[in-house]
């Protein structure tokens, strides 16, 4: 008998590149790669944000072309995930109680799911728009503080869900870029950059124990930190790797596309490494190469890495949330690649550090082990865990309607327990 095949579609439109990645589930935990696209963005996107949809649409139709050539096989329109970034995303707690009613006062499932929907209803402006939820934590109580209250005995069950939203028009900029090359209205879920690469990237001892994840980028640095597999924190700075490369353009009095190359190439890693007092650059402009001193690049650098760590920590610790790392961190992005910003960033944070790469990826593309794929092929994973979760409700639209409750663009996702039908864990 003929097996349908579980196809799942990957996009990234990043400041740098438009990425799609095609995968293919086979049963469990394992997706294969089967089909891989990118180009260059050329100034589409900045800050995480689409500026020139023309551009952004020729730099995803490429993609989207590469990627379906390499597959050789029909994307399902229903299983499509679009990474969303910004510096308008935003994150709060949401808390939702229940009384136990039952006779033992036992939790139930249903006390669960009510607790969880309680915690969703919260005011929010119309212009705004939910992305994604999960669950933090659970509250018995008043007094004990759980991952998993089932079956657990209370008078009162508290649940505290960590909600993640932007502006509606922004976000919708991005499926609506789906829509403009081809696909249908309402094809495409939206899935925040950090809980991305968060799937994409982190174990399942770092989520138990506790993690910062930085995603860092071209335009934009996301971050979102885990603990007992429940989102803590999470947050967008509109600054990324990219602003390095104006600021040495600037100190340096040098054309950004010079600096750009200085960052990405292997040259001033080797020198940095080597203990070089001075590096060569050849200006086109003025026909002539020039000395650099390495010392003034490395304090460059180094000031603009503190000032996005540092900004980080700060709300990180407005929380008290930094005991709850006990994993320490993990960089990734395109910013992970230059060999000083791991470093900076264990300094400022004080923590233990390591760059984050795609786990588990396999497939008949080979050359994403890389952390600037860290969000793509993070984006396949969420959609698995979605594919097996939609599978156990039977009906897609009908299990995200009874879960968004606040509004249809919502996709709410929860940690969730294994004897729970309708979840999915984080």
């Not at 010392?295 to 000032?307: A, K, M, Q, T």
């Amino acid at each position: 008998m003929f097996q349908q095949r579980n196809i799942i579609t990957a996009v990234e439109l990043g400041t740098t590149k438009a990425c799609v990645l095609i995968g293919e589930a086979e049963g469990g935990d394992d997706i294969v790669i089967i089909g891989h696209g990118e180009a260059a963005m050329d100034g589409a996107v900045v800050k995480g944000e689409i500026v020139d949809m023309d551009g952004a649409l020729e730099a995803l139709s490429e993609a989207l072309d590469e990627a379906d050539k390499s597959a050789d096989c029909e994307i399902d329109r229903s299983n499509i995930y679009i990474a969303v970034t910004g510096s308008d995303i935003q994150s709060c707690r949401g808390v939702g109680t229940v009384l136990v009613r039952n006779e033992d006062n036992k939790v139930t499932e249903n006390d669960i799911n009510e607790a969880v929907q309680n915690a969703q209803v919260k005011p929010m402006h119309p212009s705004k728009v939910i992305i994604n939820t999960f669950d933090s934590y659970y509250m018995l109580d008043g007094a004990r503080q759980l991952r998993n209250p089932l079956n657990q005995v209370a008078h009162k069950l508290e649940a505290f869900i960590h909600l993640i939203y932007a502006d509606r028009n922004r976000i919708r900029n991005f499926e609506n870029a789906l829509r403009d090359v081809g696909f249908e209205e309402g094809d495409g879920t939206s899935v925040f950059s950090a809980v991305a690469a968060a799937y994409g990237v982190l174990s399942d001892a770092e989520k138990e124990n506790g993690v910062l994840l930085i995603e860092m980028g071209g335009g934009s640095t996301e971050f979102i930190a885990v603990h007992n597999y429940g989102i803590i924190a999470s947050g967008v700075l509109g600054v990324g790797f990219d602003h390095v490369a104006n600021d040495l353009s600037i100190g340096l009095d040098l054309h950004i596309s010079l600096c750009r190359k200085l960052l990405l190439e292997n040259e001033l890693p080797k020198e940095l490494q080597e203990g070089s007092a001075f590096i060569k650059v050849n200006e086109v402009s003025a026909g002539s190469a020039r000395k650099l001193p390495i010392s003034s690049i490395e304090r460059i650098i180094d000031l603009r890495l503190r000032e996005i760590f540092g900004i980080i920590k700060k709300d990180l610790q407005k929380d008290n949330l930094l005991h709850n790392l006990s994993c320490g961190g993990v960089l990734s992005g395109g910013g992970a690649l230059f060999p000083t910003t791991l470093e900076v960033f264990k300094n400022v944070m004080e923590i233990p550090a390591r760059v984050g790469t795609p786990l588990g990826a396999n497939g008949a593309v080979t050359d994403i082990d890389s952390p600037r794929y860290s969000v793509a092929w993070g984006l396949l994973k969420y959609g698995n865990e979605m594919r097996k979760v939609v599978g156990a409700s039977g009906n897609r639209s009908l299990w995200e309607k009874m879960l968004s409750g606040m509004d249809s663009m919502s996709t709410p996702i929860f940690k969730g327990f294994s004897n729970l039908k309708n979840s999915i864990k984080f």
